[in-house]
């Protein structure tokens, strides 16, 4: 007789895999760990889970450093169809329903746990649509790196491996949408956590290629900004909204430029971008950001 299946996701679907992945996050180091092996994993679904992995990460680390977190374990589990994440700890479960709602996750909720359920063949699709966007935005810049004189054109840098590289064009693309959606309809809750939570995990990889430090630096600091600040960002006008989206279409040509298709010094666009950036911080006035006086419900926001 066939042993049952032992499926610990909610949805209980007949199709996972029996292998499953326990990850177990008590403090800072562990969901560090779990970061670092989730960012390791193959480039499916690597790519799948950045956004949800994203603010996962950000309300963790926001409940660690305000010493409000007990033990918990998250279950991976997965099928041909779908990648599903279990929270088993009645108070994070609790907590994190309230995301799930907001973001409009697949998920299903008990007294101990939730799961959450991502779709693999949605993302293949989102995936084709950005490649279609991708061929088409290269065209486009080819075109505009051409029509200017240079006396020597220098060719992509190719020191950022590979599957980061494509993490970065994906996450681009996706901050180029959130502020497209944002010069129709003004910074929303919801578009300002997607773009801020975005930002983050770009400079996240930045961070670890140093020849570029000038420029990922700015964009830390960007980052930060966003951070203490989500309030005054959400009340910008529509002029000052003009400043973020120039600044935002700036990090999609300086990655296409350098790292596509070529054509630019490796530090062209880091004081253009600076300044830009002090432009930004001039309006919205900023407080010392330090970690004393940081609020931490600023770090992640409901």
């Known amino acids: 007789m066939r042993r049952k299946k032992n499926i610990i996701n909610l949805f209980k679907d007949e199709k996972t895999y029996n292998i499953k992945h326990v990850i177990s996050i008590s403090d800072e180091e562990d969901l560090n760990q779990s970061w670092d092996y989730i960012s390791t994993a ?3 679904k690597r790519e799948l889970t950045q956004t949800f992995l994203a603010q996962f990460y950000n309300l963790v680390l926001s409940y660690i450093m305000k ?3 007990s033990f918990f374990e998250v279950i991976l589990e997965d099928s041909d169809d779908y990648l599903y994440f279990t929270l088993w700890n009645e108070k994070m479960s609790l907590l994190f329903k309230k995301y799930a709602k907001k973001a409009s996750l697949d998920f299903l909720y008990d ?17 084709k649509k950005i490649e279609k966007k991708n061929e088409k935005r290269e065209k486009n810049l080819i075109k505009s790196v051409n029509s200017e004189k240079k006396k020597v054109k220098k060719p992509a840098y190719t020191f950022i491996e590979h599957d980061d590289l494509n993490e970065l064009r994906e996450l681009n693309d996706d901050m180029i949408e959130f502020i497209i959606q944002t010069s129709k309809y003004g910074f929303s809750h919801d578009l300002f956590i997607s773009l801020r939570s975005t930002l983050s995990i770009f400079c996240q990889i930045l961070r670890y290629y140093d020849r570029i430090t000038p420029f990922s ?27 973020i989206k120039g600044f935002i279409y700036n990090i999609d040509y ?7 298709n070529g054509g630019a010094d490796l530090y062209f666009m880091d004081n253009s971008l600076n300044a830009d950036y002090e432009m930004i911080s001039q309006i919205i006035s900023p407080p010392e950001a330090n970690e004393e006086n940081m609020d931490l419900d600023d770090i992640f926001d409901f």
Do not use: H, P
């Open 111 to 127: 007294d101990k746990r939730i799961s959450i359920r991502l779709d693999k063949k949605a993302y293949y699709e989102k995936r």
């Open 217 to 243: 630096t700015i964009l830390t600091n960007f980052s930060n900004l966003l951070n203490v600040n989500k309030d005054r960002f959400i009340e910008l006008n529509i002029d000052q909204l003009s400043l």
């Open 42 to 44: 193959n480039t499916e």
């Open 67 to 69: 010493k409000k977190l």
């Open 254 to 260: 300086w990655l296409n430029t350098l790292f596509v």
